[in-house]
């Protein structure tokens, strides 16, 4: 459980460094910072091996994946094969980057009834914008009311629905 919470944890950074620099957003100083220095150890050496191309940050993408088959690994005490261990860090990293997205529209909810104008919103908003978009575009407002973040978390949680039945 330790592992997996760990791992969870460096993995879900290194996801947000790949996100931020996908979208373009510049964190806060502080998330930066945290980013940067808790991830550096296995991007810089990544990227010697894997440089950014087409404007994407592949070596972080790269480091989430690794750490994910390090914390599925633990399969192989019980006896798993090299394709099951595969398989099940696949289902786990999509696992992540859908939980990371439920997240983030999460905390976007919360400032917004909270304290829209805390600091870090305007990060929060900017890195939930390319998600919320194109449903934007669909559902209308009901009232004053942007029902956008309840369609994505439901859409977020079928994606998690499907990926469980498709790797079962």
Same mark, same amino acid.
């Given at each position: 459980?330790? =592992?997996?919470?760990?791992?969870?944890?460096?993995?879900?950074?290194?996801?947000?460094?790949?996100?931020?620099?996908?979208?373009?957003?510049?964190?806060? &100083?502080?998330?930066?910072?945290?980013?940067?220095?808790?991830?550096?150890?296995? =991007?810089?050496?990544?990227? @010697?091996?894997?440089?950014?191309?087409?404007?994407?940050?592949?070596?972080?993408?790269?480091?989430? /994946?690794?750490?994910?088959?390090?914390?599925? &690994? =633990?399969?192989?005490?019980?006896?798993?094969?090299?394709?099951?261990?595969?398989?099940?860090?696949?289902? @786990? /990293?999509?696992?992540?980057?859908? /939980?990371?997205?439920?997240?983030?529209?999460?905390?976007?909810?919360?400032?917004?009834?909270?304290?829209?104008?805390?600091?870090?919103?305007?990060?929060?908003?900017?890195?939930?914008?390319?998600?919320?978009?194109?449903?934007?575009?669909?559902?209308?407002?009901?009232?004053?009311?942007?029902?956008?973040?309840? =369609?994505?978390?439901?859409?977020?949680?079928?994606?998690?629905?499907?990926?469980?039945?498709?790797? &079962?």
């Amino acid at each position: 459980m330790i =592992v997996d919470v760990a791992a969870g944890l460096l993995g879900g950074v290194l996801l947000l460094r790949f996100w931020m620099q996908a979208i373009r957003v510049r964190p806060p &100083s502080s998330v930066a910072q945290f980013t940067f220095q808790l991830t550096d150890w296995l =991007v810089r050496p990544l990227r @010697r091996i894997v440089p950014g191309m087409g404007g994407y940050d592949w070596a972080s993408l790269i480091g989430a /994946f690794l750490i994910v088959i390090l914390a599925t &690994s =633990v399969l192989f005490l019980v006896g798993a094969t090299v394709e099951v261990v595969l398989l099940a860090a696949l289902q @786990r /990293f999509l696992e992540w980057i859908l /939980f990371g997205f439920m997240a983030l529209l999460i905390i976007e909810a919360i400032f917004s009834w909270v304290n829209p104008h805390a600091p870090l919103a305007p990060f929060v908003r900017a890195l939930n914008e390319p998600l919320l978009t194109p449903i934007r575009k669909v559902v209308p407002l009901v009232g004053n009311l942007d029902l956008s973040l309840l =369609v994505a978390l439901i859409l977020l949680q079928i994606c998690q629905i499907l990926l469980g039945m498709l790797f &079962s």
